[in-house]
Structures are given as C-alpha cells and as structure tokens.
C-alpha cells in the first residue's frame, strides 16, 4: 500500500465511523497540481458534517499526518481539509448538490 494509498484508507474509515454519505474518491492527479485526490462527502446537518472533519483530523493526527488548511469549520456547510496530496470536502447535503463538486471535476463535462 502506497503512503497516499494509506492515507485515503484512514480518511474513508473516518467518515464511516462517522456515518458520511456519499463517498466519491477522485483521482485528479493528470488535472490539477492542487492535489492528487479529492475525497468528496456530505453530512445531514453542520454538526454532522463537523463531526466528520473531527474525526478525520483525530484519525489522521493518530497516524501522524497533520493538515495544512482547514476552512470552513464554524459554518459546517462546506468543510475543506487539504493533507497535500489529498484535499477533503464536506459538504451539507444542500451545499453538495448546489456545488456539484463532482461534475466540475469530471474529465467528460458532456457526460453529467
């Protein structure tokens, strides 16, 4: 397992423990120099979506791997969490589907 893969493994774990919905691990290696992967999921209210971001942080900080940025906290509406090579969001369910992070992101725009 690759370190980038390991990290992946301990944020998803994360955000299970914490009852995240929708999962989507992106690679956008060959797009952008921001990151190599986005991890995109939504919460069912603010304190769930900060309850996700803690328990990433916790999990991640266990493992000896500290974020850089963290934007977003208070309102719980979109939360970033950037650990370089992997950049977070969560969103509340209402901002994911009005940002649709996703298809931004997609290779094939026509497709979505």
């Not at 944020?11 to 290696?29: C, F, L, Y």
């Not at 120099?33 to 209210?45: E, L, R």
């Not at 977070?88 to 979505?112: G, M, Q, S």
């Amino acid at each position: 397992m690759t370190e980038v893969e390991k990290k992946l493994s301990i944020i998803t774990d994360a955000i299970d423990d914490k009852k995240g919905i929708d999962i989507k691990v992106m690679d956008i290696s060959g797009m952008t120099t921001i990151a190599d992967y986005f991890v995109i999921v939504s919460g069912n209210s603010s304190v769930q979506s900060q309850s996700i971001a803690d328990g990433i942080d916790e999990k991640m900080s266990e493992q000896g791997y500290e974020k850089t940025a963290r934007d977003g906290y208070q309102s719980g509406r979109w939360i970033l969490l950037d650990y370089e090579d992997i950049i977070v969001h969560i969103f509340h369910k209402e901002e994911r589907e009005y940002y649709k992070l996703e298809r931004l992101w997609t290779e094939d725009k026509d497709n979505n």
